[in-house]
């Protein structure tokens, strides 16, 4: 029997070194595996979908996943976004898991999830602990638990591994291996529906690719654009604020913002773009002055 795990979660987040470490621990637990990211152009705060799958059988399937068992949600914000449409292909055997502080009744009142949910607020552990909001370690260790199969032992080993092999500074891997098996230890283990998916495997169906003609393609190649009309703004976790009694207008913020969300008003001061701004915090870091503080959003739905 094959386990599909989905992450869902945006650019930055950490989700495809959280789907290779729920790999690599699941390798170590001597499953066949597969894990691949998904994503289109990359940059922060977009969209983006893991994969991986785990089985004791050689696993023949390939491509995305489209009925998970396992769905993680990384990012609350995504919920409502069509775009990403996280709740696609989820069935009554999918355990939902979403990043939020609200409970598991308040995410079905509101989105009608299919299955089950666990709500575990991965982001505050993450910031407590680690002291930013990379989700890659707690995100995996929430999928290990809930996979019924992966030990406390091998999560470790993995979390090592990957986060060794990215260069991360050994302070912060020890920081994030003490976030994930918090996040281990949250998850209780004798719910009766995490581990019993009530679906059988069957045999996907073979699909021969046949030729397309470039022109059918073409003309949603060459569509008008809508990034402007994509608001970022929900992207963002810490808002930064601009003390413009403090500041002494040396437009440092505003070369510096790599996503053009800072203007200049008409008496010289900056001002940010908030619906925009994904609070990537450039300005907060460069300000000269130390005028720029950062203030943690409220996210209400």
């Not at 990379?134 to 929430?142: C, K």
């Not at 993995?158 to 986060?163: N, T």
């Amino acid at each position: 029997m094959i386990k599909r795990v989905r992450f869902h979660g945006r650019g930055g987040q950490g989700m495809k070194t959280a789907s290779r470490i729920v790999g690599t621990a699941s390798f170590l637990e001597e499953f066949f595996v597969q894990d691949c990211p998904l994503y289109g152009a990359e940059r922060r705060g977009a969209p983006m979908v893991a994969f991986t799958r785990l089985s004791k059988e050689p696993i023949f399937e390939r491509g995305i996943i489209t009925s998970p068992d396992i769905n993680m949600i990384a990012d609350e914000t995504l919920l409502g976004d069509k775009s990403a449409n996280v709740f696609q292909g989820t069935w009554e055997g999918t355990i939902t898991i979403v990043n939020t502080h609200y409970p598991a009744s308040h995410v079905r009142n509101v989105y009608g999830v299919v299955g089950e949910i666990v709500t575990l607020d991965i982001t505050e552990i993450a910031l407590n602990v680690i002291g930013e909001s990379v989700l890659s370690s707690t995100a995996a260790a929430v999928v290990c638990k809930l996979t019924g199969m992966i030990t406390e032992s091998s999560l470790e080993k993995a979390v090592i591994k990957e986060l060794s092999s990215i260069n991360l500074k050994k302070e912060l891997i020890e920081k994030n291996l003490q976030a994930a098996l918090t996040c281990f230890d949250r998850i209780p283990e004798t719910h009766p529906h995490y581990f019993e998916p009530i679906k059988e495997d069957k045999m996907d169906e073979i699909v021969k690719l046949e030729y397309a003609d470039p022109r059918i393609g073409t003309p949603s190649v060459y569509a008008k654009g809508n990034t402007r009309l994509k608001k970022t703004g929900n992207w963002r976790l810490f808002r930064p604020v601009i003390d413009h009694e403090k500041c002494s207008r040396c437009r440092t913020c505003f070369v510096y913002c790599p996503h053009s969300c800072i203007s200049i008003d008409e008496g010289d001061y900056p001002q940010i773009d908030y619906e925009n701004c994904k609070g990537c915090l450039t300005c907060f870091y460069e300000c000269p002055k130390k005028v720029i503080s950062k203030d943690h959003e409220v996210r209400a739905w």
